[in-house]
């Protein structure tokens, strides 16, 4: 098998991100997400390539995640990623955590540091927790190598195991395509000046990306952005800085102003003001549909022209705009 094989897929992966449902209505919800989506890897009826479960901060969610990731692994073919945060467990429970997914059956995560439990700013780990995702990364592939035996060292003959389907851990990892005050350089402070909380540095990221490749994390998946420059820029710079692993596009399809202002406040990502102002101005929710699809479309498509090699759409739990939007993207 060759590099190029081994990076040009014959076509785009297609996957989809859910949460863990809170109330039994809600898990009628996402299991009839599941089943719909589970089948609409494209308009022509293919198998989607995984879903992806996230993980509540403080691993408040935990239970609930895990069974709803039982629930896909014993229930359908897709494969499914088990997201795992660093917040608030030492490493000997970070481990008992990981033993506890791989006994279930799960083979593939994504792992975060996660975020400061609400009304805090600074991140702080638990008392022999870790501090970075990278760490986690590190953390899984110990366990890995302890169950499984000794794994492949490099990132492209762990990319090729998995092609061959002789991988026993995937592990991906976060990126961030923008943020509304992010900047190339760290600007220099007074010791007394703290950042502001939205301050991010381009090189940072960058920087955190190439320690979580180095500690053998498979590719990453993007938080959510809005202009496809924002994406074509993280990938020249990861890029520069030698991050060679797969950077797939997390994509919302733009279809609710109230949940596209509050993603930007929480994440501190810029607001795509024209389009927000497209959609409050539109005549009813449908054409407000119509508009958000549109757009989104036109982003999935110029980050699949510059390179992307698949889309993550964030589904909040719902089939309906992410099936419009991949039967407007991928049908001919
Ligand atoms: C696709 C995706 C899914 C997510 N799912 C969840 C979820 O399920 N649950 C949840 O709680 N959160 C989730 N998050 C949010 C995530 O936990 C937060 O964004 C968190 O603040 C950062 O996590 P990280 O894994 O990127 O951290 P890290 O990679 O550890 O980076 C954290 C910060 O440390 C700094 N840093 C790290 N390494 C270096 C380095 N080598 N050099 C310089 N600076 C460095 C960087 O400034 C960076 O901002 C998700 C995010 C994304 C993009």
Redesign the pocket.
């Known amino acids: 098998m060759t590099t190029s094989e081994l990076y040009a897929p014959p076509r785009p992966t297609i996957s989809f991100e859910l949460y863990p449902p809170r109330t039994p209505k809600g898990e009628a919800q996402v299991w009839e997400t599941v089943q719909r989506l589970a089948a609409h890897g494209d308009p022509a009826g293919r198998e989607a390539d995984y879903f992806s479960v ?4 403080s691993g408040s969610t935990a239970e609930r995640s895990q069974a709803l990731v039982a629930r896909i692994l014993a229930e359908t073919t897709v494969p499914v990623i088990a ?1 795992l ?1 660093c ?1 608030g467990r030492s490493r000997t429970e970070l481990r008992a955590v990981v033993e506890e997914f791989l006994d279930a059956g799960v083979r593939d995560f ?6 400061p439990p609400q009304g805090e700013t600074e ?1 702080t780990p638990a008392p022999d927790g870790v501090s ?3 760490d986690l990364v590190a953390l899984i592939r110990e366990v890995e190598a302890e169950r499984f035996g000794t794994r492949a060292s490099t990132g492209l003959a762990r990319l090729a195991a998995h092609r061959d389907r002789r991988a026993q851990v995937s592990i991906a ?4 395509p923008g943020y509304a005050d992010i900047v190339d350089d760290r600007p220099e402070t007074n010791d007394d000046d703290v950042p502001a909380p939205s301050f ?2 381009r090189k ?2 960058v ?2 990306l ?3 490749q180095d500690c053998g994390a498979d590719f990453a ?3 959510l952005f809005f202009d496809a420059d924002a994406y074509r820029e993280l990938q020249r710079a990861a890029r520069e800085a030698g991050v060679t692993i797969p950077l797939v596009p ?1 994509i919302l399809p733009l279809t609710d102003p109230a949940r596209v202002r509050k993603l930007c406040a929480l994440n501190y990502i810029p607001e795509p003001t024209a389009l927000l102002a497209e959609l409050d101005a539109a005549a009813t929710p449908e054409e407000a549909t119509r508009i958000g699809l549109r757009a989104t479309a036109r982003l999935a498509r110029e980050v699949l022209e510059a390179g992307a090699p698949g889309l993550h759409l964030y589904t909040f739990n719902r089939h309906e705009a992410v099936t419009a939007l991949l039967d407007e993207v991928l049908t001919p």
């Open positions: 996230t993980y509540g901060a997201h945060t917040v994504l792992a975060l540091r996660g975020d991140w970075r995702a990278c990892v976060a990126a961030y991010r540095c940072d990221e920087a955190a190439r320690a979580k998946i993007t938080q997390g």
